[in-house]
């Protein structure tokens, strides 16, 4: 299971709320939750791409943003 707080904090500071960045990226904000929140949906490559070209995170990044094991 990944840790996505950073993730989380970067939207909140980029679009002030999950449903703000929803709708930049023309989803719901279930969509979001569950990408971020369930185990069993993972991110895909191309969802990454998107959403760090939005978030503006760079690809050097990327591994602390959506690949940060939470830790148990």
Do not use: H, N
């Amino acid at each position: 299971m990944y840790d996505y707080t950073k993730l989380q904090e970067r939207i909140l500071e980029k679009f002030g709320s999950p449903e703000a960045f929803a709708e930049r990226i023309d989803r719901s904000v279930a969509y979001v939750y569950e990408r971020i929140g369930t185990p069993q949906v993972a991110l895909k490559q191309t969802e990454i791409t998107a959403w760090c070209e939005v978030l503006d995170i760079a690809p050097a990044e990327i591994q602390e943003y959506f690949f940060k094991l939470r830790s148990i």
